[in-house]
């Protein structure tokens, strides 16, 4: 039987920043613990980039993970929208970089297949699955969507070489 592993789950956002940890043994999949990192839009953007960064490093650092995994960008309305949302991403994937992880990024059409069975799946549907896939876990918006990549690492780790997947 194999030993337990960990794995953050990430959901970028430069507003708001989901996270949420389960742990997998064999196809055991378990809530572990999840949230949203939420920084204040009136600071400047070197601030809020801290902010991200920071409080990943302090969950890290509480819950040990042994892997982590993030959504990959998908769209934003115009350029400067999407360089601001890259920013985020990059303060959020440092985090376990630094902390020596291997940190995986999967498409978000792939999150939705590997959670809810279809790559169309909305946020509600995201949502109710996890919920469904681990028990006594309440999550919604930043942090259900978290784990959601956090369940498709799950599914896809063994298979793939760490980076990204499409």
Not at 68 to 73: G, L, R, V, W
Not at 80 to 86: E, M, R, T, V
Not at 98 to 108: C, D, I
Request: aromatic share 2%; glycine share 10%; net charge positive.
């Amino acid at each position: 039987m194999s030993a337990a592993i960990r794995i953050l789950g990430i959901d970028p956002g430069l507003r708001h920043t989901g996270w949420g940890i389960i742990s997998v043994e064999g196809a055991r999949l378990s809530f572990v613990a999840e949230g949203r990192i939420s920084a204040k839009t009136d600071l400047p953007l070197s601030d809020r980039l801290m902010t991200i960064h920071a409080a990943l490093e302090v969950i890290i650092a509480e819950h040990k993970p042994d892997e982590a995994a993030a959504e990959e960008t998908f769209m934003a309305t115009n350029a400067a929208s999407a360089l601001k949302l890259g920013h985020a991403r990059a303060a959020a994937l440092l985090a376990p970089a630094r902390a020596g992880l291997p940190v995986a990024e999967y498409a978000a059409r792939l999150v939705k297949k590997s959670v809810v069975g279809t790559g169309g799946a909305d946020k509600g549907q995201v949502a109710a699955m996890v919920g469904i896939l681990l028990p006594g876990c309440k999550a919604r918006d930043d942090a259900a969507d978290a784990l959601a990549v956090a369940i498709c690492h799950a599914h896809h780790r063994t298979t793939r070489n760490l980076g990204s997947a499409a």
